[in-house]
């Protein structure tokens, strides 16, 4: 054992910079591996983007914030690239549209490997001699691949879902992660919603919440500041698939009282009548279709659905504030990881009474997403990373199934517009006491 005095296991900052770096990169072609050419270049709707985009976009980060920016005499493996791989960066110039990312059937999905490799030699290469700025754009590029990982995954599910063949991602024995028991929830028929769910009692009174400057933020995760919190609980737990599916036979659909206006329209306008992904009992998952879980939480819903479930519950969304008080005190580093079927519910606790706020599906919260008091972007292109997205959508809390371990933390803020549900989005329940 290492005397205190002893700095033999110190971990040099830079080589674990180094270590995670490459680890990252890795993690984004192993999880492509199974795809085609084909199944790497399609784009099943506007929101999603193909798998060999992400590949491509996210060495087109570092290539360009860090190599052509810090690194002197640094030449872009193609010019062309930064006009197909710009995502909405307007500092960066003109792009190609988003919705046309799927005609990208050049380049191949062998060549973005190729250009993945240059730059990551580049940047292993170049990071001894980086300066500080530097090294901080490739910690925020780390987490900027991390985020597209998991998009990746949901776009790649949501394009397979639309093949009547059912392909798989995986096969239905592979497990990305360690296994994870599952446990029944039962509800009578007649009972209370409210009533299949355990109740904690939150924070009360003025809390901190933002990131506290330990370790990575992104810049929307600040600054700290004290916010006042009445009396209020949250369930023990995320809502289930069998308790989504009592919502639906209780007619949830087709009761206009339960929902907002826009919600109630959205459903109209677009027949909306399960979750997606749900088929005649069935589910479709990474490994193709499967019977749903009852005990499994509920994903793939919209804003709208989960604020008109709570409403059917007799309860509300919990606030972004209420959520980040109560995980405040929880381990983001356990919970479920990938499994190729999606989500399930782990067995023991993740926190005081609280079970899987990380790790299992995005929680929404009623919050709108935008800026804390005193934020203000960064200068330069990376200050559009969040903060001009800081309208119309609300925050979802904890991370999912699918969002790389490590990534997750209580500060962490996600944000989508209230219609969108392709991402792995569940909720869990509050009231006011």
């Known amino acids: 054992m290492a005397s205190r005095t002893d700095t033999s296991t110190r971990i040099d900052p830079l080589d674990e910079l180094a270590r995670r770096f490459a680890a990252t990169r890795r993690l984004s072609l192993d999880l492509v591996a199974t ?27 570092f290539e360009s914030f860090v190599l052509r920016d810090h690194l002197p005499g640094y030449r872009a493996f193609d010019d062309r690239f930064a006009f197909l ?46 300066p500080p700025a530097a090294l901080a754009l490739v910690e925020l590029g780390i987490h900027h691949e991390q985020q597209h990982q998991e998009l990746l995954l949901t776009d790649i599910k949501h394009l397979f879902a639309q093949n009547p063949l059912g392909p798989a991602v995986w096969p239905r024995e592979t497990t990305i ?23 904690i009692r939150g924070a009360e009174g003025v809390v901190a919440i933002g990131h506290d400057g330990d370790g990575f933020a992104f810049d929307c995760e600040g600054p700290r500041f004290s916010a006042l919190l009445t009396p209020h609980a ?54 193709g279709w499967r019977e749903i879980d009852p005990a499994a939480p509920v994903t793939h819903i919209s804003l709208y659905e989960a604020d008109a ?20 005190a929880c381990d983001p580093h356990g919970g479920q990881q990938l499994d190729a079927a ?61 969002t790389p371990r490590g990534h997750m933390r209580a500060s962490y803020r996600n944000f989508f517009y209230p219609h969108q549900r392709w991402q792995f989005t569940g909720l869990r329940l509050a009231k006011d006491l």
């Not at 992660?177 to 109740?199: C, N, T």
């Open 234 to 287: 949250l369930a023990s737990r995320p809502v289930s698939n069998g308790e989504w599916r009592q919502f639906v036979d209780d007619g949830g659909y087709h009761t206009p009282s339960l929902w907002l206006s826009d919600g109630w329209a959205w459903v109209q306008a677009e027949g909306v009548e399960a979750p997606a992904y749900w088929r005649e009992g069935h589910i479709f998952t990474l490994s």
């Open 35 to 61: 795809l085609s050419d084909a199944d790497a270049s399609a784009q099943s709707m506007p929101d999603a983007s193909p798998a060999k985009w992400h590949l491509a976009h996210t060495s087109w980060f």
């Open 342 to 402: 999606g989500p399930v519910q782990p067995a023991a606790a993740a926190g005081p009474g609280l079970e899987q706020m990380f790790g299992g599906v995005w929680e929404w919260t009623g919050s709108a997403y935008r800026p804390y008091p005193g934020f203000r972007a960064a200068s330069g292109a990376v200050g559009e990373y969040n903060g001009k997205f800081m309208s119309g959508q609300f925050v979802l809390r904890g991370g999912s199934c699918a």
């Open 85 to 130: 791989f710009n995502s909405y960066y307007e500092a960066e110039g003109p792009r190609h549209a988003r919705p046309r990312r799927g005609l990208l059937t050049r380049p191949s999905l062998d060549e973005i490997r190729v250009w993945r490799a240059h730059v990551d030699v580049a940047v292993q290469s170049a990071l001894p001699a980086l």
């Open 177 to 199: 992660a360690s296994e994870v028991a599952q446990f029944s929830v039962a509800l009578a028929p007649d009972a209370d919603p409210a009533e299949a769910f355990q109740w």
């Open 309 to 328: 479930f709570a409403s059917w519950a007799g309860a509300r969304l919990p606030t972004e504030q209420e959520w980040e008080a109560a995980a405040a």
